[in-house]
């Protein structure tokens, strides 16, 4: 009887000390309220490299790691039909160019040359057989016929000279043309040398040789060596507290322990309608020594800090507006900061205070 009274003593000691309520008193101390935020590191203007035509990819002059300057060739491809279309126009060019036409202006200056002495000596006779006549010497017929020689002479030298100026302004029009044509089709064939549009280093190649190669395609990734930024995703819920310059924590799974910060720079104003969220952009203020474009980050994004705030555990609230007294009394509380483990209290509980966590 004695060992059972024990034992049952026991249990009821058990039982009370199990449901004694846990409490705490507020504390002061320093809050910082916050938004989180997740995202990923890229390199400062990178950007996919696209080809501006179709062809094969018929050398790749970089590797990934590579350092490269605007404007340097990252690859070639290459197009049988427009390196044909170009060599034509090189044809076409070198036959239009008037170097390449001057036997036939030299030709035309020639005849020129005859049709202006056959013309001066048919003046001379011509005005010769005048005198004649002038002295009753001779018949009108021979004047009207040197001066038909004559008009017939000069209207031969001014139709070479017409021809003459006709041939040379073909030749210039021919050759200008087809200076532009071949100009164009260089300017073609040099879209199949895909440049870099800045400088900065690759940091990967999507592309193999041999491979069809599109527009819409992507070849490679290029971005600055040196400078990176973060590009955060931020609820809808959260965006309307957002602003530039704001201060952001940042930790990294590949620097575990470490903090680091940024400022936000830019908030892109259109939401993705399939995560809710909109992207924001921030620039390091301090940063690894290296960083990779794509590293997986989480940030808190700072709203307002306060140094000497009475706060409490979050979980201690009820509804975010009440807390529990002894006797399971509510009392009705005004809430301040909060972060994830804490909320400030601004009236309603002093530091002596007892409450208790909610069951």
């Known amino acids: 009887m004695t060992s059972r009274y024990l034992l049952f003593v026991i249990s009821i000691l058990v039982i009370s000390c199990g449901q004694k309520k846990e409490f705490v008193q507020p504390t002061i101390e320093k809050i910082t309220e916050s938004v989180y935020a997740s995202g990923t590191v890229k390199s400062a203007g990178q950007y996919q490299v696209f080809s501006k035509t179709s062809g094969i990819l018929k050398s790749e002059l970089v590797t990934e790691g590579d350092l490269v300057q605007k404007g340097q060739i990252l690859f070639t491809l290459s197009n049988d039909v427009s390196r044909l279309n170009t060599d034509n126009a090189q044809l ?3 036959n239009a160019d008037i170097r390449t036409n001057t036997d036939k202006l030299r030709e035309l200056s020639l005849t020129i040359e ?40 000069k209207s031969a030298y001014e139709s070479a000279l017409l021809r003459y ?31 870099s549009e800045a400088a900065g280093k690759v940091y990967a190649i999507l592309k193999e040789k041999g491979e069809m190669i599109l527009p819409q395609m992507p070849l490679a990734i290029v971005g600055n060596a040196n400078q990176f930024s973060l590009y955060l995703q931020i609820d809808e819920n959260d965006i309307a507290s957002v602003s530039l310059g704001q201060k952001v924590l940042i930790t990294m799974d590949s620097y575990k322990g470490k903090l680091y910060e940024a400022v936000i720079t830019k908030i892109n104003p259109l939401m993705n309608e399939k995560s809710r969220s909109f992207e ?69 509980l002093n530091k002596e205070d007892k409450i208790y966590l909610p069951q």
């Open 280 to 348: 924001v952009e921030a620039s390091f203020t301090s940063q690894p020594e290296v960083l990779y474009p794509n590293l997986t980050v989480e940030a808190n994004i700072i709203l307002l800090t306060k140094e000497n705030a009475l706060t409490i555990p979050r979980n201690y609230l009820i509804d975010d507006e009440f807390v529990l007294l002894a006797d399971n009394k509510k009392k009705k509380v005004k809430v301040g900061l909060k972060d994830f483990q804490k909320a400030e209290i601004v009236e309603g």
């Open 165 to 195: 100026n006709d041939l040379k302004k073909q030749l210039n029009f021919s050759s200008q043309q087809t200076k532009k044509s071949l100009s164009i089709s260089q300017s073609l064939m040099d879209d199949f040398n895909v440049r």
């Open 114 to 153: 005859l049709s202006k002495k056959k013309m001066q000596s048919d003046e001379l006779t011509m005005s010769r057989q005048r005198k004649l006549w002038a002295e009753q010497i001779g018949t009108k017929y021979e004047l009207e016929q040197r001066e038909l020689a004559y008009a017939n002479s």
């Open 92 to 94: 076409l060019a070198n």
